[in-house]
């Protein structure tokens, strides 16, 4: 009988400490959810300025095959993931940074990344103001890119040498149509 309740007793225990635990999870969910939802906080960008572009080849949404060398200097480009919250929040800033692009279509591009059945209504939203390229993840573009988070904006120029660099690590959607940095 007294190891029946040591037994019960360790079981106790064994779920207090689990409680506790899990209080302690969950406050720390809800500070980090806190800290992700607060209103002006900019992703984070996965590509720095004056990284190099990679060769790419693909194919855009409009059939259209694309490649690294086509992109315009100052060439907005985005990459966005179905699911992804902060990629949805924003989706209509970019949309309405691409419309103002001196450039129009061709100098936006928007990279769509996941399945395609997924992917599809933010290629539809995407096609008036963009080239869009769905791709699955690890697809050429996005390796070319090497991004690494969604959703990443950021900017396109060559430099002295002519290679196609990025000009900067985060696009600023508060000033539609203004480049944001030239390539050194």
């Known amino acids: 009988m007294p190891v029946l309740f040591g037994l019960v007793a360790l079981?106790?225990?064994v779920c207090a400490l689990d409680l506790v635990l899990a209080v302690g999870v969950i406050e720390r969910l809800v500070e980090h959810s806190e800290m992700c939802a607060r209103p002006g906080r900019a992703p984070a960008p996965s590509v720095a300025g004056g990284d190099r572009v990679d060769a790419f080849r693909t194919v855009t949404t409009d059939g259209r095959p694309l490649h690294r060398d086509q992109l315009l200097d100052d060439t907005a480009v985005a990459f966005f993931?179905?699911?992804?919250?902060?990629?949805?929040e924003t989706l209509p800033k970019f949309l309405e940074y691409a419309r103002a692009l001196p450039g129009g279509r061709r100098q936006a591009l928007a990279v769509v990344v996941g399945e395609e059945e997924a992917a599809a209504a933010y290629a539809a939203r995407l096609a008036p103001?963009?080239?869009v390229v769905v791709e699955?993840?690890?697809?050429?573009?996005?390796?070319?890119?090497?991004?690494?988070?969604?959703?990443?904006?950021?900017?396109v120029a060559r430099d002295r040498s002519g290679t196609l660099v990025t000009t900067t690590g985060g696009l600023?959607?508060?000033?539609p149509g203004a480049p944001t940095s030239r390539a050194a």
């Open 11 to 13: 079981v106790g225990v």
């Open 81 to 88: 993931t179905p699911g992804c919250r902060v990629c949805r």
């Open 129 to 131: 103001v963009a080239q």
């Open 136 to 155: 699955e993840s690890g697809g050429p573009v996005s390796l070319a890119f090497t991004v690494t988070g969604f959703p990443s904006l950021l900017q």
């Open 172 to 175: 600023d959607l508060g000033h």
